[in-house]
C-alpha cells in the first residue's frame, strides 16, 4: 500500500474515531484503536484488547524488522498520543520489531530509545524491554531480556544490556535482567544491576572440568543458585564435586 493510501485510510479512521470517542465503551475504543494502528506504515498487524478497569486497553503490534530507529520512536510516540486522545488510560502498548525486539511503550521514550540501542549492537540478535506478552506465561516476567547468537556472548551481554536501559534514562531498581543463547540452553539471570558472580564462577569451573549441556545461573532474592545438565553420571559426580566448594551457590546437577 502507498504513503498515500496509507494516509487517506488514516484520515477517514480519525473522523470515525473522534466522532465515537465521547460514547465509545471500552471494547469499542480498543476496537477502534486497533482498526487505526492497522493503517499505519510499518505496522503488519495489531492485537487490541480492553483490559480489567476502567477505559484499560492492551495492544500488540507486530513492526516490520526493517523501521528505521527514528521511524519506531515516532511509531512508538504516535501510539502513545492515539490512546491519550481516545481517553484510554493506562494503556498497555506492545511492539514486536522483526520478531526479535519487543518493548512496552511508555511517556518518556527510555523503552524504544533502549531497543534502538540493542538493535545497534552486534552482540545480541534479540531483546525485550520490560515488554508484556500477549500469551500469559507463569514463566515469563517483564523486564530485560536479551538474546545472544553464541554461548560466548553471555559473559559481555548482561553489562550491555543494563547499560542500554540506564543510558536511555530508565531506572533499573530490581527489576529482571536476563540474557541467553539463541536455543535457551545457557542463561544468566539476574536483579538489577546484581549478577550471579558466584554461580557463573562456579559454571567457569564445572566447566574446566566437564562440558555442560545446559546451564542457568540465577540470582534471585538475594540467592544464588546453579542448574546444570551434563551427559553422564560421572560427569555429575564430578560437577557435584566441585560445587562443594561454593557453599554460597545452590548448584542443581541433572542428567
Known amino acids: 500500500m502507498s504513503s498515500a493510501m496509507k494516509l487517506v485510510r488514516a484520515a477517514l479512521v480519525l473522523v470515525a474515531v473522534v466522532a465515537l470517542a465521547g460514547c465509545s465503551s471500552p471494547d469499542e475504543k480498543a476496537h477502534e484503536f486497533g482498526i ?14 480492553p483490559a480489567a478497569g476502567a477505559d484499560g486497553m492492551t495492544a500488540h503490534l507486530v513492526v516490520d524488522g526493517a523501521i528505521s ?20 488510560a493506562a494503556a498497555e502498548i506492545n511492539l514486536i520489531v522483526g520478531n526479535a ?5 511508555d511517556d518518556d521514550g527510555v523503552d524504544v530509545a533502549a531497543i534502538n540501542r540493542l538493535r545497534d549492537n552486534p552482540l545480541l540478535v534479540g ?3 520490560r515488554y508484556q ?13 536479551a538474546t545472544v547468537g553464541s554461548q560466548a556472548g553471555l559473559r559481555d551481554a548482561p553489562a550491555a544490556l ?6 536511555a534514562g530508565g531506572d533499573l531498581g530490581g527489576i529482571p535482567v536476563s540474557v ?10 539476574g536483579e538489577g544491576d546484581a549478577q550471579p558472580d558466584s554461580a557463573i564462577r562456579l559454571w567457569q569451573a564445572v566447566s574446566g ?14 540467592a544464588q543458585a546453579l542448574e546444570i545438565t551434563v551427559g553422564t553420571a560421572e560427569e555429575k559426580a564430578t560437577a557435584e564435586a566441585v560445587g562443594a566448594q561454593y557453599p554460597e551457590v545452590v548448584l542443581t546437577v541433572s542428567q
Open 36 to 49: 487505526w494502528a492497522t493503517t499505519l506504515e510499518h505496522v503488519a498487524s495489531v492485537d487490541a484488547q
Open 69 to 88: 530507529n527514528d521511524d519506531l520512536v515516532s511509531l512508538a510516540s504516535t501510539l502513545q498520543e492515539r490512546a491519550d486522545s481516545q481517553g484510554i
Open 101 to 105: 525486539w519487543g518493548f512496552a511503550v
Open 127 to 129: 531483546a525485550t524491554i
Open 133 to 145: 506478552s500477549l500469551q500469559d506465561s507463569p514463566d515469563y516476567t517483564p523486564g530485560l531480556h
Open 162 to 167: 543494563i547499560e542500554a536501559y540506564t543510558g
Open 180 to 189: 541467553s543463547t539463541a536455543d535457551g540452553k545457557f542463561t544468566i539471570a
Open 209 to 222: 572440568r566437564v562440558l555442560p549441556l545446559a546451564v542457568q545461573a540465577t540470582l534471585s532474592d538475594g
